[in-house]
């Protein structure tokens, strides 16, 4: 079955500091997402890519965050100056269509320190 | 404002018994729900997906239901096993929003 693959599985990074997270999607989908989990804390919307272009994102996503997808299969999530309060786990999601289908990913640990 | 809630927040049985998790949403429009199954440490799984027409779905021991006019929706896990043992998160989406609304989970541990 086809997966949504992140990278790396666990990054530890000291505050300030750029990270880059890295998602392939399914080959054959279309829209793409970010979200991220706090610790005990419901998963929250980051943002939505559609035809190169972000569609919708939330209040999180500042101007720290940046989302590309560079060479048409990666996608990825740059956060420019962390915080400690971006530690939590981010997920990469891909789907067909705009309302089914969402395949998440294993997600990437982050952690600032 | 639109939020989901459910209910319990952890639940506990033994291996082999059923049980039901409870899922209150406030969102609109309405789109559709989900049931994720989430295990330590890894990505949300897809359980079941429903419209608005739509008010029972199975998936295998998974069986969701889903009435639109209370804005309910519950998850019956049937002859329950340890590899059950996860997070089951009510998932929505509003309309055209491109974003999912989410439950904070209900914590599932299923003893031997």
């Known amino acids: 079955e086809p997966e949504v693959t992140q990278t790396p599985s666990h990054q530890v990074t000291q505050m300030g500091q750029e990270v880059i997270l890295r998602c392939v999607p399914i080959?054959?989908?279309?829209?793409f997402y970010w979200y991220r989990q706090i610790l005990g804390q419901k998963v929250e919307f980051l943002v939505s890519f559609y035809n190169n272009e972000i569609s919708e994102k939330s209040e999180i996503f500042d101007d720290q965050f940046s989302v590309e997808r560079p060479d048409g299969s990666n996608f990825t999530l740059k956060i420019r100056s962390t915080k400690l309060e971006d530690s939590a786990m981010y997920f990469c999601?891909?789907?067909?269509?705009?309302?089914?289908?969402?395949?998440f990913g294993s997600g990437t640990r982050l952690t600032v320190v | 404002k639109n939020q989901v809630e459910q209910s319990p927040q952890s639940l506990i049985i033994l291996e082999g018994k059923n049980c039901t998790l409870q899922?209150?949403?406030?969102?609109?429009?309405?789109?559709?729900l989900r049931w994720y199954k989430q295990d330590t440490g890894r990505g949300p799984v897809s359980l079941t997906i429903?419209?608005?027409s739509e008010n029972t779905k199975s998936n295998g021991r998974y069986t969701a239901t889903l009435d639109a006019d209370t804005k309910q929706s519950s998850l019956h896990i049937t002859a329950s096993q340890l590899s059950d043992s996860a997070s089951y998160i009510c998932v929505t989406n509003a309309g055209n929003n491109r974003k999912l609304i989410w439950g904070l989970g209900t914590s599932l541990a299923v003893n031997p």
């Open positions: 080959s054959n989908h279309l829209y």
């Open positions: 899922c209150n949403y406030t969102v609109s429009p309405f789109s559709n």
């Open positions: 999601a891909s789907s067909r269509d705009n309302n089914y289908g969402y395949t």
């Open positions: 429903m419209t608005f």
